[in-house]
């Protein structure tokens, strides 16, 4: 099929590829020219395991190509996915759309034979009614029909996620375009995703109740660690315990530092900025918001209590500052609260990051990027573990750090196996 995907962030670019490996014709529409140079160059501009390869693969078997004319990829595709970002609006919750109908106006002025126009990027519940109306504005109904189709890929593990995805929703009431779409994802379907055709709507609104719900398991678990602290109870046995019942599930229940990343953040603050336009108040989103924004806060004062109270002029070592692994990411990654709150109280902070510098310490004070983990260990007081890299799981810190008596905080739990010894009055861990 001939498809083009417009806007080549994270959703755009990684379902693009993955659909001309597919054996599809993709062309991936940006703005940026430069981007799209760099593309046609094999420079990718995320941080993504697998998607360079990808990318390289598929362009020199021309079955994908980069533009940014976007009025020629229209009038060459069968089928448009509109991929651009919807973030938070200024001083709002809101989801800013512009850029979504933006695009719906380009479409709009370059529709001549029956066109599907997909909407994958992360709206509120009615935006494809809005999409629709703009368009028809300029064409009859009849050549086009707007669906939504929500991606559900998560940064770091995008191709596999797209790849197996445990479902493909389709939102749309027209049976041809529904049959089209279901023959498009039928390689998944075949290796097992349930395929769901609901009702435009119901597919935004799966999007953001699933990300909704995702955060709110975090966020009870992470709730639920506090109290494990308290009470010496293990939260990791409180997950398993919990995860093995089948009706709740085993997975996002992992405490931690904050949630963060360029996702869950906006679009539980989107929802209930819906649900208030529509006279609905989602009370539990609205808890989870506020349990997550108060946990850095949290976290820092157990920091401050493992130093004793005594943070100026310790030396604290961050291994890890993007918001998950895997990923360059720092979007509303919790470090960007620990950092400059520890930098301001007189610590003195070297970090290591796998993703190397980050821009966002750059103007805080007694902030250095370590180029090694052995350089940002080393003299330390306390030891962060603050992002679940694979680097840091196996570390033997006696010998990293020259200093006696330092502190390991270990804000995912990722030591264990006999690295770390019972009972060591040195080592913190999340919720134990
Ligand atoms: C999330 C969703 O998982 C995807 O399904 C969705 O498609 C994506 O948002 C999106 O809307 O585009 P992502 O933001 O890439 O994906 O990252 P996650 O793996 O979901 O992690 C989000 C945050 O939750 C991270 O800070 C992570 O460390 C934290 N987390 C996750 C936990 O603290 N505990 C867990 O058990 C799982």
């Not at 360079?52 to 190509?65: D, G």
Request: contains cysteine; hydrophobic residues 35%; proline residues 3%.
């Amino acid at each position: 099929m001939k498809l083009c995907m417009i806007g080549t962030g994270y959703v755009g670019l990684v379902s693009g590829v993955c659909f001309a490996d597919l054996g599809n014709d993709v062309i991936c529409v940006d703005k940026d020219n430069d981007k799209i140079t760099k593309l046609k160059e094999g420079i990718i501009p995320i941080y993504e395991p697998g998607l360079e390869e990808l990318v390289k693969k598929n362009y020199k078997l021309k079955r994908l190509s980069f533009t940014s004319n976007i009025s020629d990829a229209v009038k060459k595709s069968n089928i448009i996915f509109i991929c651009v970002g919807t973030p938070t609006k200024k001083n709002s919750n809101a989801a800013d759309l512009s850029q979504i109908f933006k695009v719906a106006k380009e479409i709009s002025k370059n529709i001549k034979s029956f066109k599907i126009i997909i909407n994958k990027s992360t709206v509120p519940v009615t935006t494809g009614d809005e999409v629709e109306k703009i368009i028809s504005k300029k064409i009859n109904k009849k050549l086009f029909s707007v669906v939504s189709n929500p991606e559900f890929l998560r940064e770091g593990e995008a191709i596999r996620d797209f790849i197996y995805p445990d479902r493909v929703v389709i939102g749309t009431s027209n049976k041809k375009t529904n049959k089209v779409l279901k023959s498009l994802y039928s390689p998944l379907i075949s290796k097992g995703a349930k395929y769901i055709n609901t009702s435009r709507r119901g597919a935004e609104l799966i999007k953001y109740a699933s990300n909704a719900f995702l955060a709110t398991k975090i966020s009870f678990i992470n709730e639920l660690a506090n109290l494990c602290e308290k009470t010496d109870v293990n939260v990791e046995d409180i997950s398993i315990g919990m995860g093995l019942d089948k009706r709740i599930g085993g997975r996002f229940l992992r405490a931690g530092p904050a949630y963060g990343g360029s996702c869950f953040p906006k679009d539980t603050r989107a929802i209930v900025d819906t649900g208030s336009k529509f006279k609905t108040d989602l009370s539990i989103i609205k808890a989870v918001i506020k349990s997550n924004k108060d946990r850095s806060k949290l976290l820092l004062n157990r920091v401050s209590k493992i130093l004793k109270n005594k943070i100026r002029n310790k030396k604290i070592c961050f291994l890890g500052v993007t918001f998950k692994a895997n990923t360059d990411d720092m979007r509303e990654s919790s470090s960007i609260k620990m950092i400059p709150y520890l930098s301001k109280k007189g610590a003195k902070i070297t970090y290591f990051d796998p993703t190397g510098y980050k821009k966002e310490f750059k103007n805080f004070k007694n902030v250095y990027n370590a180029k090694t983990i052995k350089e940002a260990c080393n003299d330390s007081d306390l030891i962060i573990i603050h992002t679940e890299w694979n680097d840091f799981k196996s570390l033997n810190f006696e010998k990293l750090n020259k200093k006696k008596n330092f502190f390991i905080y270990d804000m995912r739990n990722i030591l264990q196996n006999g690295k770390i010894k019972k009972n060591n009055k040195r080592y913190f861990g999340i919720g134990k």
